[in-house]
C-alpha cells in the first residue's frame, strides 16, 4: 500500500474554443502538490472513443487505464444545463473499471459554476458504481475567476480543492484496500 494513488483527471470538454486547458492546470498544479497521487490525464480532445462504444484498440487502451487507476476527477463545463456528450461516452465506454474508485468534480460555467453538470454526473457515476465525492470545485463565471497566468484567486475553489483531494486520498485509499482484499461483486 505504499504506492502513489494512481489519479486520472479526465478534461471534458472537446470544443475548439474550450476553457477546460485553463481550469484543468490550475487543478492539475494544485494535485500536484499532493505526494499521495501519481498523476495522469486524460484529454477526451485527444482520446478518439467512438460514439456507438463500439470496440478499438483505442478502447482497449482507455479501458485498461482506468482499471489501473484508483480515482478520478473530471473536469468538466456545462452546455445547456448538463455535462459534456464526450464525458458520458467516456463513461458509457467502459463498465467495471469504474467500480468501487472515488469520482471527484471540478465544474465551470456561467452563474451555476456547473454545478448542474455536477448533479447530473452523481447519477451516472453512481450507476456505474462509483464513489461520487461531496465536495466539489466549482468556478462561477469561470473565465472572470482566472488571471493571464492560469492562476485564481477565488477562495472558495481552493478552499474546496483541498478539502476534495483530502477526501479523494481517503477515499482512493480506503477502496483499493477494500478491492484487494475482497474484489468489488459487480
Not at 462504444?53 to 478502447?59: A, G, N, Y
Amino acid at each position: 500500500m505504499d504506492t502513489p494513488l494512481r489519479l486520472e483527471v479526465i478534461i471534458a470538454s472537446v470544443r475548439p474554443e474550450r476553457f477546460a486547458p485553463v481550469v484543468a492546470e490550475w487543478f492539475l498544479r494544485r494535485a500536484g502538490s499532493e505526494a499521495e497521487f501519481d498523476i495522469g490525464v486524460i484529454d477526451l480532445r485527444e482520446t478518439p472513443l467512438p460514439t456507438d462504444l463500439t470496440e478499438t484498440s483505442e478502447v482497449a487502451d482507455y479501458r485498461a487505464r482506468l482499471a489501473a487507476a484508483d480515482a478520478f476527477v473530471a473536469v468538466t463545463s456545462e452546455y445547456n444545463h448538463g455535462y459534456p456528450a464526450s464525458l458520458k461516452t467516456a463513461i458509457d465506454t467502459a463498465k467495471h473499471e469504474w467500480r468501487a474508485k472515488p469520482m471527484g468534480f471540478v465544474a465551470y460555467g456561467g452563474l451555476s459554476g456547473g454545478l448542474r453538470a455536477v448533479e447530473q454526473l452523481r447519477q451516472v457515476v453512481a450507476e456505474v458504481h462509483m464513489v461520487s465525492l461531496r465536495e466539489t470545485v466549482s468556478f462561477p463565471q469561470a473565465k472572470r475567476q482566472f488571471d493571464a497566468d492560469g492562476e485564481t484567486r477565488y477562495g472558495a475553489a481552493i478552499d474546496a480543492c483541498d478539502r476534495m483531494l483530502r477526501q479523494l486520498a481517503w477515499w482512493a485509499r480506503t477502496l483499493r484496500a477494500a478491492r484487494m482484499r475482497d474484489p468489488y461483486p459487480g
